[in-house]
């Protein structure tokens, strides 16, 4: 069965500095994957997504993301990080047209 | 472009009592989502739909929950009776078709006493 996992439950990073989300899947072709942005008491915002290509993908508000096969991850990275990008982070993987999430990353920003 | 709207944004019922929410897509979107999502977790499928038929409703707790779309626009999810265990948002999705990019609601939290 197919799934995500998304090691860190809680981050807290400094505002300027550099963040990195993890993200591994488990599936045996290459999936349909995606992170997902949720501030507090907001929906979901689609950050990027990778379908295929280029594994390095970019996003909006600054954010990439790598696909590695060989390592089945997807892991987003922000150079430098702002006050506003407190939130929840969650990595999400297509199988069989269904989005599947993972448990999410808490990102707390620090001055 | 109007997003997915969402209706309540807040329920406060008792266990046992029934809840409706409401969920009205992106025009023109043809794939509906209903996602449970419990504090602490990522959002979990409940069903989904193409048009006004059920493509996936494996995960959803069917011996209280309930979902209809009946015209293939607007979703009604329903709960009945609630229990302590379903307090959580329920956020709602469309998409142009299967596959495709997922635009979600702001969601309707629910809170069981």
């Known amino acids: 069965a197919q799934s995500v996992t998304q090691p860190d439950i809680h981050i807290t990073v400094s505002e300027g500095a550099s963040l990195e989300l993890r993200c591994n899947y488990s599936?045996?072709?290459?999936?349909?994957l995606f992170w997902y942005v949720q501030s507090p008491g907001q929906g979901l915002q689609l950050l990027l997504k990778?379908?295929?290509?280029?594994?390095l993908v970019q996003g909006i508000k600054g954010f990439e993301a790598e696909f590695k096969r060989s390592q089945s991850s997807f892991n987003l990275r922000k150079p430098s990080v702002h006050w506003s990008d407190a939130a929840e982070y969650f990595c999400a993987v297509v199988v069989d047209y269904k989005l599947s999430f993972g448990a999410g990353t808490t990102v707390t920003v620090r001055a | 472009e109007a997003g997915v709207a969402q209706s309540p944004r807040y329920k406060i019922i008792e266990k046992r009592q029934s809840v409706a929410f409401w969920c009205n897509p992106i025009s023109g979107h043809a794939t509906l989502y209903w996602y449970q999502q419990i504090l602490g977790q990522g959002p979990k499928l409940l069903i989904q739909?193409?048009?006004?038929?059920?493509?996936?409703d494996s995960q959803l707790p069917k011996d209280r929950f309930s979902a209809e779309r009946l015209k293939g626009v607007d979703s009604t999810l329903k709960i009945q009776p609630a229990k302590l265990e379903d307090s959580a948002v329920y956020l709602c999705a469309s998409s142009y078709a299967q596959g495709g990019e997922l635009f979600f609601g702001e969601g309707s939290r629910l809170t069981v006493l």
């Open positions: 739909f193409q048009n006004n038929g059920v493509v996936d």
């Open positions: 599936y045996g072709a290459t999936p349909y």
């Open positions: 990778y379908f295929s290509g280029d594994t």
